[in-house]
């Protein structure tokens, strides 16, 4: 079936406003994943869901940022108050259940002027 | 943070030729897998190996893990000038999480 997707592809926005990322991970993929990769380095672990909760938020860097995946299928990045330091390509990957491997979709980029 | 370190930086080589990157971690794994990226947008995975496994092969890619050195290989033989792009080795922990942490990556061009 269809792979990951991430909407949009490419978000330019001004410091201090508000951002949404979307995700759409393979369908029937439990487990959901966000990444930062930040330009000349290597993605940087951000969230995860199991389902529809977070099993583990220890990568977000602080309180502006929030993920959510109410249903357990599409996934929304929030940024608020954006910040320059944010601009980077954010990531999204997907895992079934039982599998090892972790399907990444195309990323958005987002830069903040 | 990262916990992997790509070897080399980047690698300039010619069709045909064998590229050759490595990958040094930190902390004990359940698997390390190298991905690839064009032009700094969706991750492809490529090979995965288990920590109980010390050499995988898939096509042109051969894959090496040494637990005791923490230490990880990735051969790309008869190179071609699609296979640049940039390679990233990741290691999943035995935490539990299953959370991926990735390495700087290695730039691999391959000229005609």
């Known amino acids: 079936g269809a792979g990951v997707s991430q909407t949009p592809s490419n978000k330019v926005t001004e410091k201090g406003k508000y951002v949404e990322l979307r995700c759409d991970p393979i369908?029937?993929?439990?487990?959901l994943y966000w990444y930062r990769q930040s330009l000349g380095q290597g993605p940087e672990f951000l969230i995860y869901?199991?389902?529809?909760?977070?099993?583990?938020d220890s990568g977000l860097p602080n309180d502006r940022f929030f993920a959510v995946r109410p249903e357990g299928s599409v996934s929304t990045l929030k940024i608020q108050r954006t910040e320059r330091g944010d601009s980077a390509v954010y990531l999204c990957?997907?895992?079934?259940?039982?599998?090892?491997?972790?399907?990444f979709g195309p990323g958005t980029r987002l830069l903040v002027l | 943070s990262q916990q992997g370190e790509e070897d080399p930086q980047a690698l300039s080589i010619q069709e045909g030729e064998n590229a050759t990157m490595n990958c040094s971690y930190k902390?004990?794994?359940?698997?390390l897998q190298w991905y690839r990226q064009n032009s700094g947008r969706g991750l492809v995975h490529l090979i995965l190996?288990?920590?109980?496994?010390r050499e995988k092969h898939s096509g042109r890619l051969r894959v090496t893990l040494d637990t005791s050195k923490k230490s990880s290989s990735l051969l790309i033989t008869a190179s071609r000038a699609a296979d640049t792009a940039s390679y990233f080795c990741?290691?999943?922990?035995?935490?539990?999480?299953?959370?991926?942490?990735f390495g700087k990556g290695t730039m691999l061009l391959v000229s005609p």
């Open positions: 990957a997907s895992r079934g259940s039982g599998e090892e491997t972790q399907y």
């Open positions: 369908s029937g993929h439990t487990a």
């Open positions: 869901f199991q389902g529809t909760g977070a099993a583990d």
């Open positions: 902390t004990s794994i359940n698997n």
């Open positions: 190996i288990r920590s109980n496994e």
């Open positions: 990741a290691t999943e922990s035995n935490s539990g999480y299953s959370t991926l942490t």
